[in-house]
């Protein structure tokens, strides 16, 4: 039996911010966590699709070309570090971004491309989020010791992907499709 290959789509963090980053949150003593992220991994997830097919996939890619060809580059500013799961043994620590309505109106408009080609979408509220660990590994409690991050990281969100996923690889997540924003808005400025 073939397993089908997974995908999401989501918008990648900037590999020239990615190692600074995972170091500057590693490096600290009080994040014990069993696994880091691999730093070329970093994204911001806007819909797990799970499964798919040639087809289908075929079908978003048509729309997302679409969203992103009508969306312009937007800032993401990251503020702090948060965690997922019980406060004394989180399963994942993240970086908040600030909110952006801009992220959340591309998400809006991705969600609605994936349903349309079929995908089920989850119903738990969009929250925004790097993860950068997973599974606390500390000999004590973890009891919510975040803080702001080191200096302020912000990038520029330039494209929509479509990742998939290859838990035998480090990296495990592959760019299979990328999607530049603003495609019509520079030729409208030309």
Known sequence: MSVKPHFFIGIPFPAELAEPLYHSISSRPEFSFHKWVHPLDYHFTLVFLGPADNKQLSVLEESLSLIASGTASFELRLRKT??????????????????????????ERVK???????????????????????????????????????????????????????????????????????????????
């Open 82 to 107: 948060g965690t997922f799961g019980k406060a004394s043994d989180p399963r994942i620590l993240y970086v908040d971004p600030e909110y952006s309505s801009a992220l959340f109106e591309v998400r």
């Open 112 to 190: 609605q491309a994936a349903a349309g080609a079929g995908f089920k979408i989850e119903k738990r509220p969009f929250r925004p989020h790097l993860t950068v660990a997973r599974k606390w590994n500390g000999a004590a409690s973890f009891n919510g010791r975040l803080d702001p991050l080191d200096g302020e990281v912000s990038f520029t969100a330039r494209n929509l992907t479509v990742f998939q996923t290859h838990l035998d690889k480090v990296p495990k997540y592959e760019h299979k499709a990328v999607f530049p924003f603003g495609k019509r808005h520079q030729a409208a400025e030309m």
